[in-house]
């Protein structure tokens, strides 16, 4: 199915049901809840990506998070690692606000998008290689919708990164062989009818966070990077 517009193709996400382990996770955990939202209605459904339609810049991570895009409905929302991501794009001229935690709180990305191979929410934060493939059309779909203005994609993460290429190099960008290897501040640029910057940073987890394996600082050179090279 063809789509002509990314508010299109994000309704469409939103009612998928392909991957039927998926489906049983997220609609579990938005009726079984966790005890400090005990009160609130969880989304339970595929998340789309968030951001405008005219974005120079992508942000590329893994999957939503059990409570947090799981719950609210929106990528990086209502949980630790939004939070860490957010505040860098905010310091660095990427979000209209430091903060995001539900749907309507104001916040705007600035020529940027948020998005993710995986659109639910999987157990133990690990979607298989074949929940990764069959959501695969939805991420390739966006990028095809953003190319006319895309310039630059960070890559929060291993996973994500070996998602990405495959997508990358079928929407008819040239992907280096053998293909690069993912690591955090490793640059690739892309050649094909509009040139692309390629931009591997460690996903801002809980555990990457607090290992120190990502620090604000390290995120926000990464995002600095990425503004540059998106002509933001």
């Known amino acids: ?110 020529g940027t998008r948020i998005t993710a191979p995986v659109r639910c929410a999987p157990p133990d934060n690990k979607p298989t290689p074949a929940e990764r493939d069959t959501c695969r059309p939805w991420l390739a779909t966006e990028l095809e919708l953003l190319m006319p203005t895309l310039r630059a994609v960070v890559v929060l993460g291993g996973f994500g990164w070996q998602a990405l290429l495959p997508v990358l190099a079928a929407a008819g960008w040239e992907v280096p062989r053998p293909r690069p290897v993912f690591g955090h501040g490793r640059e690739v640029d892309l050649s094909g009818d509009r040139p692309l910057r390629l931009i591997g940073c460690f996903h801002p987890s809980q555990r990457n966070t607090q290992t120190g394996l990502l620090t604000p600082v390290m995120l926000r050179e990464v995002l600095t990077t990425a503004r540059t090279a998106a002509g933001l």
């Open 1 to 110: 199915m063809r789509f002509r517009s990314l508010p299109e193709l994000d309704t469409a996400v939103t009612g998928c049901r392909r991957c039927p382990r998926l489906v049983a996770w997220r609609e579990e955990v938005a009726r079984v809840k966790r005890a400090a939202f005990r009160d609130e209605d969880y989304w339970g459904r595929p998340v789309p990506g968030f951001g405008p339609p005219d974005a120079r810049l992508a942000i590329v991570g893994l999957a939503p998070a059990a409570h947090g895009g799981n719950r609210t409905g929106r990528m990086f929302t209502g949980d630790r690692s939004g939070e860490f991501l957010f505040a860098a794009m905010h310091a660095t001229g990427l979000a209209s606000q430091p903060t995001g935690d539900r749907p309507d709180d104001g916040l705007e990305l600035l």
